[in-house]
């Protein structure tokens, strides 16, 4: 784990956010004031019906429509509708800051990491239930045991270089696409690291993770991930060529 410090600013770094949504109208404004400068949002609207698409277009933001429900195909539509050579996942709920993403980027612009986890440090009464916070601790375990990597989070803010990130092939469409990048990073050997951010109470209700019922259902669903077999890299063909 590495510790967040102020970014460097004279290091210039571009990236696209990509932003899944789902009812999120009360937290938009605040979370695209805190895109940094020269950076993309890219909102992805998941089937909101309180008006979050229209909002985020009215703020500058790049709207891509995604009608398949779920947290997976969000994320993985904005991915490919990213052109960034860097892309970074944020909440836009108001609970994850933005502005911290430059000081990930720049990390793995430096060669320190190839896919930059925030590892999210909970501020403020009701930032992180206790439900929620049990159920990542243990798939965190979990991905000990299937990968070694000793992470402590698998929250949604992270960052890589794009063309990394579409290399994995991922699949899930659901609640366990954000394990299964990690999962499929280390696979294919990439170097998956944490740093430290800030954790707010989010801005309205979850859909995920705000009830006991719905952790289970994303905690099924990282479980299924799991038992997911490695997966065939082309290194990994080249290698067994070799052999």
């Given amino acids: 784990?590495?510790?967040?410090?102020?970014?460097?600013?004279?290091?210039?770094?571009?990236?696209?956010?990509?932003?899944p949504c789902l009812d999120e109208a009360a937290a938009l404004p605040r979370v695209l004031a805190r895109i940094?400068?020269?950076w993309r949002a890219v909102v992805v609207d998941n089937g909101s019906t309180d008006g979050s698409a229209e909002i985020a277009r009215s703020l500058g933001a790049t709207v891509v429509h995604e009608p398949r429900r779920g947290f997976g195909a969000a994320c993985h539509a904005g991915l490919l509708a990213a052109?960034?050579?860097?892309?970074?996942?944020?909440?836009c709920d108001g609970s994850l800051d933005p502005a911290l993403l430059p000081g990930?980027?720049?990390?793995?612009?430096?060669?320190?990491g190839d896919l930059l986890l925030g590892r999210r440090r909970p501020e403020g009464r009701g930032a992180w239930?206790?439900?929620?916070?049990?159920?990542?601790?243990?798939?965190?375990?979990m991905l000990r045991v299937r990968t070694g990597l000793r992470l402590h989070d698998l929250g949604p803010m992270r960052a890589a270089r794009r063309e990394a990130l579409l290399a994995l092939?991922?699949?899930?469409?659901?609640?366990?696409?954000p394990l299964q990048m990690v999962v499929r990073a280390s696979d294919a050997g990439l170097r998956v690291a944490e740093v430290d951010v800030p954790y707010l109470p989010r801005t309205g209700k979850s859909k995920v993770?705000?009830?006991?019922?719905?952790?289970?259902?994303a905690v099924r669903d990282m479980r299924a991930v799991l038992r997911q077999p490695p997966q065939r890299t082309p290194e990994t063909a080249r290698a067994e060529a070799v052999r």
Avoid: K, Q
């Avoid at 990930?104 to 060669?111: K, N």
């Avoid at 239930?129 to 375990?141: E, I, K, Q, V, Y």
């Fill in 104 to 112: 990930l980027v720049r990390r793995v612009a430096a060669g320190e």
């Fill in 83 to 91: 052109e960034a050579e860097y892309v970074c996942f944020c909440d």
């Fill in 36 to 38: 940094p400068d020269g």
């Fill in 1 to 19: 784990m590495t510790d967040f410090s102020p970014p460097d600013l004279a290091v210039p770094v571009r990236a696209d956010i990509v932003l």
């Fill in 209 to 217: 993770t705000g009830t006991w019922r719905g952790t289970w259902h």
């Fill in 129 to 141: 239930p206790l439900h929620a916070r049990a159920g990542n601790l243990a798939l965190a375990r």
């Fill in 169 to 177: 092939d991922l699949t899930d469409r659901r609640s366990g696409y």
